[in-house]
């Protein structure tokens, strides 16, 4: 059975320094980056997402509540809408097959809501690229993505545990792929959530990896 990795908003404004930075997600992108150059044998593709906001909403607040609500992060073309640098060896080294892009007008904690990122066009890297060449018309989605690659297992990493990973890996199985979280290459938000988070998603049908 084919396998992607998918490698969920290792962004900087996620880790140490960013706007909304959680404890350890610099590490986790260090262990991602260590993990792949040992194990990267074992996919057919290695995926990233990204948040990529221009306008969601009330997903942004001045006075977030840090669960429906946040302060503004991963701005489009931004900084701290880049991977982090802790995997730039995956990247230096062409193992990342693709990106995908979502949350432009809404929240969107999914991976399975984005879409993918040309890396032809000029505003897929550019910090400096207008709001009309970064509206562009997305492609197509993680899921078709997959499937029309036969690809039906999906190993799951990043941040943050209790957020985008946890929706990234429900809906995975929601659309029937074999899904495993490797938990040890999470950071979460709120960690004392964690033993729960990870608890609900065994219940749903996801296999929890804690040695990966």
């Given at each position: 059975?084919?396998?992607?990795?998918?490698?969920?908003?290792?962004?900087?404004?996620?880790?140490?320094?960013?706007?909304?930075?959680?404890?350890?997600?610099?590490?986790?992108?260090?262990?991602?980056?260590?993990?792949?150059?040992?194990?990267?044998?074992?996919?057919?593709?290695?995926?990233?997402?990204q948040d990529w906001h221009i306008d969601p909403g009330t997903h942004f607040s001045a006075e977030p509540d840090y669960i429906d609500s946040w302060p503004v992060h991963c701005v489009?073309?931004?900084?701290?809408?880049?991977?982090?640098?802790?995997?730039?060896?995956?990247?230096?080294?062409?193992?990342?097959?693709?990106?995908?892009?979502?949350?432009?007008?809404?929240?969107?904690?999914?991976?399975?809501?984005?879409?993918?990122?040309?890396?032809?066009?000029?505003?897929?890297?550019?910090?400096?690229?207008?709001?009309?060449?970064?509206?562009?018309?997305?492609?197509?989605?993680?899921?078709?993505?997959?499937?029309?690659?036969?690809?039906?297992?999906?190993?799951?990493?990043?941040?943050?545990?209790?957020?985008?990973?946890?929706?990234?890996?429900?809906?995975?199985?929601?659309?029937?792929?074999?899904?495993?979280?490797?938990?040890?290459?999470?950071?979460?938000?709120?960690?004392?959530?964690?033993?729960?988070?990870?608890?609900?998603?065994?219940?749903?049908?996801?296999?929890?990896?804690?040695?990966?």
């Amino acid at each position: 059975m084919e396998t992607a990795l998918i490698i969920v908003d290792v962004q900087n404004d996620f880790c140490e320094g960013g706007s909304l930075g959680v404890t350890g997600g610099g590490a986790t992108a260090a262990a991602i980056t260590s993990y792949l150059s040992d194990n990267g044998w074992k996919y057919a593709a290695v995926l990233a997402t990204q948040d990529w906001h221009i306008d969601p909403g009330t997903h942004f607040s001045a006075e977030p509540d840090y669960i429906d609500s946040w302060p503004v992060h991963c701005v489009a073309g931004t900084h701290g809408a880049e991977l982090h640098a802790g995997l730039a060896p995956i990247l230096k080294a062409g193992a990342l097959t693709a990106t995908f892009r979502k949350g432009r007008y809404e929240a969107a904690y999914s991976g399975f809501e984005s879409t993918l990122v040309d890396p032809n066009d000029p505003a897929a890297t550019s910090e400096e690229a207008d709001v009309e060449s970064l509206e562009s018309t997305p492609g197509e989605s993680l899921g078709e993505w997959l499937s029309s690659r036969h690809i039906h297992k999906v190993d799951i990493v990043g941040i943050a545990t209790d957020f985008c990973v946890r929706e990234t890996a429900l809906d995975a199985v929601r659309a029937r792929f074999d899904t495993t979280v490797l938990a040890r290459l999470t950071a979460a938000v709120h960690q004392v959530t964690v033993p729960t988070v990870l608890g609900e998603l065994a219940r749903a049908g996801v296999t929890i990896d804690r040695d990966a």
